[in-house]
């Protein structure tokens, strides 16, 4: 095992599984990977709620209490390393022990606790693994990033795959809990002059998306999901209209967390936080006038890990990477779910269908994805493929992406009928998208009669369409595929696009 560094960074594999602790000022996180991938997969995720950061501000030391807490939970997780054959550890230190005056002592500590040195970082350092982790979280992230932990808040602008002037500011929530003696006056005081600091970045908020990293951030999107029946509870992409994000904040604000829906999916030690994550979140609003505000679940580990690829790996699309390896790990041929991507780009071009470049990534995310359930009952692919995928640990798409590929696979099996589908994920993907996930299934209700999905067959067997017709070309070796089943598969699409259905043998 070994701590952050240019050799360890040199030395790290694909496929070799890494991990990352991260001691926060609230919690003291363990986190494995199944590799250093575009797309990491978390294969264990264990935190402890320790509050290192408690009390710093105003006693200058780190709890005792706390930090045997800490030790405790590091010892731990060194055996949990040993025992998932992790090869690769790195240990981060933030805010709590940059500012305590026994920091220097409890990182020693720490280091012979989980048998490895402890990285340190800066609070430039954390800005930037902070933006790193949006980058590779979210497909061409525009806006400014602020992640709060417990004692420190980072903002830092980020603009596709560049990182603006970051600050770091202490406004997390046990640093403001400690410097306010729990006064919401006092409190809301400090982080009004505490944010005049980070003018740059409030002002090149303006128009643009907030990405909110941190457990109280995610805490209260959980809640601000309960209070509205969002039917989607999934955090990284959540996104919530300033105009109602600012209503809840404020009823966050006033009432007893007690009192809030679904409160128990909240840790209670995490709950007198709340309040002061709303505080800081309303205030950046107010004064940044974002147009949205987006859930990271991805921050200062992610980044760390997107820090450590070669510019190749950067480069790839973490969206299409992991549906890649769904692909790889659960359908009946993997090249098939490559072969149904050109195949319905053919169909596309052909057709004069205009996509955005979101429709066309999301089109190829769900070609991969098409026979991911087939290990299922029959009757019950369709509803089992839209969980699993509207469910899967994507990043770099939003939530109306994840309605378009469940509703695309489970219309593929259950029918295009709409009704057949939940009124509430539909609602979430929008019109324009339940109409393209209908075409897709319907394109791939067509392909899978052919190919059996099997690869090698989709190549020779186009669908394409020719003025007012939907053709479906079969070489003459394959002419004995075309039955009234085939036949009305396309005269299912044709009726989609008001075109005539007709199969054509070529010799």
């Known amino acids: 095992m070994s701590s952050l560094g240019s050799e360890a960074r040199g030395r790290l594999a694909v496929g070799r599984p890494v991990a990352i602790i991260d001691i926060g000022s609230n919690s003291v996180r363990l986190v494995t990977y199944e590799g250093l991938t575009r797309a990491p997969t978390p294969i264990y995720n264990e935190k402890v709620l320790c509050g290192l950061g408690r009390h710093v501000l105003t006693t200058g030391r780190l709890d005792d209490e706390a930090v045997e807490r800490a030790l405790r939970a590091l010892a731990r997780f060194r055996i949990l390393c040993d025992t998932m054959g992790v090869e690769e550890l790195f240990v981060l230190a933030t805010a709590a022990a940059r500012d305590a005056s026994n920091g220097p002592a409890f990182l020693d500590a720490a280091a012979e606790a989980c048998g490895c040195p402890v990285e340190l970082i800066s609070g430039a350092r954390e800005a930037q693994l902070s933006a790193l982790g949006v980058i590779s979280g979210f497909h061409a992230p525009n806006g400014v990033v602020g992640d709060m932990g417990g004692g420190s808040l980072e903002l830092v602008e980020v603009q596709d795959s560049s990182i603006g002037q970051g600050i770091t500011l202490p406004l997390g929530g046990l640093a403001l809990q400690d410097l306010s003696g729990g006064s919401s006056k006092k409190a809301q005081k400090i982080v009004r002059d505490g944010l005049e600091r980070a003018e740059h970045q409030i002002q090149r908020l303006r128009g643009r998306t907030f990405y909110a990293v941190g457990g109280t951030w995610r805490a209260l999107a959980k809640l601000h999901q309960a209070a509205r029946d969002y039917p989607l ?11 109602d994000g600012l209503d809840f904040l404020e009823l966050v604000e006033r009432v007893d967390a007690k009192s809030l829906k679904d409160i128990d999916l909240v840790s209670e030690a995490r709950r007198p936080l709340l309040s002061y994550g709303a505080l800081v979140l309303e205030e950046i609003i107010r004064l940044g ?56 780009d053919a169909f596309v071009q052909s057709l004069g269908l205009p996509e955005t470049e979101t429709e066309y990534r999301l089109r190829h995310a769900a070609c991969l994805l098409a026979d991911v359930g087939w290990r299922a009952h029959p009757d019950y692919r369709g509803e089992q493929s839209l969980n699993m995928i509207a469910y899967a640990a994507f990043v770099a798409i939003d939530h109306p992406g994840r309605a378009y590929l469940a509703l695309s696979i489970f219309f593929r099996h259950e029918g295009l009928a709409p009704e057949k589908a939940s009124q509430r994920l539909k609602e979430l993907a929008g019109p324009r998208f339940v109409e393209r996930a209908r075409l897709l299934a319907a394109l791939m209700r067509v392909a899978y009669p052919v190919s059996v999905a099997m690869e090698g067959v989709l190549p020779e067997t186009p669908l394409l369409v020719r003025g007012s017709q939907v053709v479906l070309q079969l070489p003459s070796h394959l002419e004995d595929l075309a039955n009234e089943r085939l036949f009305g598969r396309i005269r299912q699409l044709g009726r989609l696009i008001n075109l005539e259905p007709r199969i054509e043998v070529r010799s």
């Open 233 to 243: 509870s999934v955090m990284h992409g959540y996104s919530i209209n300033p105009e």
């Open 289 to 344: 006038q974002p147009n949205e505000v987006a859930v990271s679940a991805l921050g200062v580990r992610e980044g760390l890990l997107y820090d450590c690829l070669d510019a190749e790996l950067r480069a790839r699309d973490p969206l299409i990477a992991a549906a890649s390896e769904l692909n790889l790990l659960r359908s009946r041929s993997p090249q098939h779910g490559e072969e149904l991507r050109t195949w319905t």
